[in-house]
């Protein structure tokens, strides 16, 4: 008699939850679990009244299956749950509330209301606007298609459109004639945010010791171009953290530069550095720069190739000078391009500094990829290497794809090692890589091969269309990365952070 009490005791109705009791369910017919929505829905309908129990007794289990619906069916709890559902929300208010947000936002933004576009038909509004429904009252409406049941029949048309927002909280953006982004920010809240930002670098910079662990942080994801030149400083190790320091730094090693120049460069016609010189001016005369800039990019090459006999000169690196000389001269110019650069109004003296600031940064930077540059460059067969075993890992469509058709590795991904993806992306885009590369721990060294076996990947679709060997070599050595901006840049490094993230600790990830 006990174990049948227990039993009874077992199968009485309580607040745990039970197998087979009434549960979200997240399939063809229902909305996906948004939690900032159902955690305040849960709350509100806690208390909310059940069916009453029958008096009638057959048995325990009988009385437990009454009690409870499959997952699968609609009982009686169901639809008492569309009913008071279908009072409190039908698709005409969601209508209203969701225009009535639209048109407020549009206000507090200054910018006339947007019109809507096909994809969301405005039914005439009633001479009597109704009421939104209070936030702590919204109930779930279990699925588009059982809510028609228990909406009039004249508003089950509109309610289609609706069939994510009903999961989504009143703060999402819809898209009107599919013409605006959800993801879009304003250019108010943009430039609020670009503010906020910029002090935050601002009162770290402001700072008696520069927290470089925190500067890193905060430049992971993109520098204000204010102060992109003093911080670029600080992360390459080319100026010290403490603010005092500084100026006797940046003075000391724009000395050391320029005696570098009249120690070295009046020898650059003598028989032993006639070919370093020759390759430096016939590359720099090829590039189509102004004069004063030809000149200030000669000097830099030629300093660093004497002073680094193990490498010497190496065509791709004169591509890393560029970024450095146009972030330095962006404190005294507005400048995109290094081909387009009026230097005309600097002054002869900011320039010898932006020269001196350039070599010392391009420096430090080969200091930690240098093995790319010496005999055979070594650094670069092994990144390519590792960067093919890597893309075979993550998609091996794409890797046996290009092995079918014959298209080596090396083919393609050598400049992008070389050139540190400089020629392949807008000088731009390769700034705002920088930043990050400037972040990460070995950013130029390790990181990018992340980088690139994200940009790889990126054009699969394309890389797959192609059938042919020469087609698929000339796509590769052009990709359409003209219109690039900031935020494909962003996608790239976060995609090659996860990849980072699942293969850098793992090494055994790279073989086979």
């Known amino acids: 008699m006990a174990s049948d009490g227990a039993r009874k005791q077992f199968w009485k109705r309580s607040n745990s939850k039970l197998p087979g009791s009434i549960q979200h369910v997240y399939g063809a017919q229902h909305p996906p679990f ?6 305040t829905l849960l709350k509100s309908t806690a208390k909310m009244p ?50 009535r947000v639209l048109r407020n936002h549009s206000q507090r933004q200054g910018r006339p209301t947007l019109q809507e576009g096909p994809g969301l038909q405005q039914k005439p509004r009633p001479e009597a606007e109704p009421p939104s ?13 059982e809510s028609h049941t228990s909406c009039p029949a004249e508003s089950a048309s509109d309610a289609a459109p609706l069939q994510r927002s009903q999961s989504l909280p009143h703060a999402a953006t819809v898209t009107l004639g599919g013409t605006s982004d959800p993801g879009t920010l304003s250019s108010s809240a943009l430039s609020e945010r670009e503010a906020s930002r910029l002090d935050k670098f601002k009162q770290l910079l402001a700072g008696p010791n520069t927290d470089l662990e925190e500067l890193r942080k905060l430049s992971w994801s993109g520098i204000p171009k204010p102060v992109r030149p003093m911080t670029w400083k600080l992360l390459s190790g080319y100026l010290p953290a403490n603010v005092d320091r500084r100026p006797a730094t940046l003075q000391r090693k724009q ?12 020898s650059r016609n003598d028989e032993v550095h006639q070919d370093t010189y020759r390759q430096v001016g016939i ?16 000097r830099i090459l030629f300093i660093w190739a004497i002073r680094h006999p193990a490498s010497g000169y190496v065509q791709g690196i004169n591509d890393l000078v560029t970024p450095f000389f146009v972030v330095f001269i962006c404190e005294y110019i507005e400048a995109e391009e290094v081909d387009t650069v009026d230097v005309s109004g600097v002054p002869a003296e900011v320039l010898r500094n932006i020269e001196a600031d350039t070599y010392w940064c391009m420096s430090k930077l080969l200091d930690g990829i240098q093995d790319n540059y010496t005999f055979a460059q070594p650094g ?51 700034i705002r890589l920088w930043d990050t590369y400037q972040s990460e721990p070995e950013g130029f060294s390790h990181f990018h091969l992340y980088v690139c076996a994200a940009f790889l990947v990126r054009w699969r679709k ?51």
């Open 34 to 39: 948004d939690p900032l929505l159902h955690g």
């Open 50 to 99: 059940t069916t009453p129990v029958k008096a009638k007794r057959v048995s325990t289990f009988q009385e437990f299956e009454s009690n409870t619906s499959d997952a699968w069916d609609a009982g009686e709890d169901d639809d008492e749950l569309l009913a008071m559902a279908a009072e409190s929300l039908n698709s005409e208010v969601v209508m209203e509330t969701a225009n």
């Open 133 to 145: 429904p209070p936030s702590g009252d919204l109930r779930l409406v279990k699925s588009v298609s």
């Open 255 to 266: 000395k050391e530069y320029f005696a570098f120049i009249e120690h070295y460069y009046d």
């Open 283 to 298: 590359l720099s005369v090829f590039r189509m720069l102004p004069e004063v800039l030809c000149l200030i990019f000669e």
């Open 380 to 430: 670069i067969q092994m990144k390519v290497k590792m960067l093919e075993e890597l893309v075979s890992r993550i998609d091996e469509q794409v890797h046996r794809h290009l092995d079918q058709h014959e298209v080596r590795y090396l083919q393609f991904a050598f400049r992008w090692m070389n050139n540190l993806l400089m020629r392949e992306v807008p000088l731009r885009c390769t």
């Open 462 to 512: 394309e890389i797959l269309e192609e059938k042919d060997f020469q087609e698929l070599l000339l796509f590769l050595q052009n990709l359409p990365t003209a219109h690039w901006d900031d935020e494909d840049i962003s996608l790239l490094l976060a995609e090659a952070y996860r990849l980072k993230f699942a293969f850098a600790d793992a090494p055994n990830h790279y073989k086979k």
